[in-house]
């Protein structure tokens, strides 16, 4: 079963915005993780936040997790048409050891 | 750097054929290896998992298996596909914190 889930499940957006998707899951994790996927390509690994942490940064990337609500977000700045993807977010549960939950992703469309 | 390697990039085969689908990783020694299924619009699916040379966790029960004979290398096989079987097969190496994933391989069971 999928642990993630993303919100919302399509996201269009033109060049300069901001997009922002979400990601809930249901039970205590070490960390969370997440995944961009080009159309009918491998993932690449984004960002990852420990459980233990609130919030992190990585250029136009910006992370924060909430663990009292099980709930992530990605927010990524001044988009770009190269942003144009599949994100996903990915939950590495305690105790789990390296078997992640991926959600059903956000597909996201950054027009010029 | 490491790398992985997964063939073939697509494939087409007939209800009730057999599959193999190889995955081979680059630059690092003993990784944890990982299979899975993607379906359309769909997450991921673990299928698979490996710590070692001969070790295999299945996650899913289904008519596919898998196996590591060397290393570095991880095979995906089935004796008789379905038509649920089609789906985009991505392999991965990594541990707790990140996993890196190769190309996929498309598989279309007709």
């Given at each position: 079963s999928q642990q993630g889930e993303e919100d919302p499940q399509a996201l269009s957006i033109q060049e300069g915005e901001n997009a922002t998707m979400n990601c809930s899951y249901k039970t205590s994790i070490n960390n969370l993780q997440w995944y961009r996927q080009n159309s009918g390509r491998g993932l690449v690994h984004l960002i990852l936040i420990r459980s233990n942490e609130r919030e992190k940064h990585s250029g136009r990337l910006r992370v924060t997790l909430d663990t009292s609500k099980k709930s992530s977000s990605l927010l990524i700045t001044a988009?770009?048409?190269?942003?144009t993807a599949s994100y996903f977010c990915a939950t590495a549960p305690?105790?789990?050891?390296?078997?992640f939950q991926f959600g059903a992703g956000t597909q996201v469309v950054v027009t010029p | 750097s490491q790398t992985i390697h997964q063939w073939p990039a697509t494939l087409v085969q007939p209800v009730g054929s057999p599959l193999s689908l190889e995955c081979t990783v680059e630059g690092t020694s003993n990784p944890n290896l990982y299979w899975y299924r993607q379906a359309a619009g769909r997450g991921l699916q673990l299928l698979f998992y490996s710590v070692g040379i001969g070790q295999i966790s299945s996650e899913v029960p289904q008519n596919l298996s898998a196996s590591r004979p060397q290393d570095r290398q991880f095979i995906l096989s089935s004796k008789k596909l379905l038509l649920s079987d089609s789906g985009f097969y991505l392999c991965a190496w990594g541990g707790i914190e990140t996993q890196y994933f190769g190309p996929g391989t498309r598989l279309l069971v007709l």
């Amino acid at each position: 079963s999928q642990q993630g889930e993303e919100d919302p499940q399509a996201l269009s957006i033109q060049e300069g915005e901001n997009a922002t998707m979400n990601c809930s899951y249901k039970t205590s994790i070490n960390n969370l993780q997440w995944y961009r996927q080009n159309s009918g390509r491998g993932l690449v690994h984004l960002i990852l936040i420990r459980s233990n942490e609130r919030e992190k940064h990585s250029g136009r990337l910006r992370v924060t997790l909430d663990t009292s609500k099980k709930s992530s977000s990605l927010l990524i700045t001044a988009s770009r048409a190269a942003d144009t993807a599949s994100y996903f977010c990915a939950t590495a549960p305690e105790g789990g050891w390296g078997k992640f939950q991926f959600g059903a992703g956000t597909q996201v469309v950054v027009t010029p | 750097s490491q790398t992985i390697h997964q063939w073939p990039a697509t494939l087409v085969q007939p209800v009730g054929s057999p599959l193999s689908l190889e995955c081979t990783v680059e630059g690092t020694s003993n990784p944890n290896l990982y299979w899975y299924r993607q379906a359309a619009g769909r997450g991921l699916q673990l299928l698979f998992y490996s710590v070692g040379i001969g070790q295999i966790s299945s996650e899913v029960p289904q008519n596919l298996s898998a196996s590591r004979p060397q290393d570095r290398q991880f095979i995906l096989s089935s004796k008789k596909l379905l038509l649920s079987d089609s789906g985009f097969y991505l392999c991965a190496w990594g541990g707790i914190e990140t996993q890196y994933f190769g190309p996929g391989t498309r598989l279309l069971v007709l």
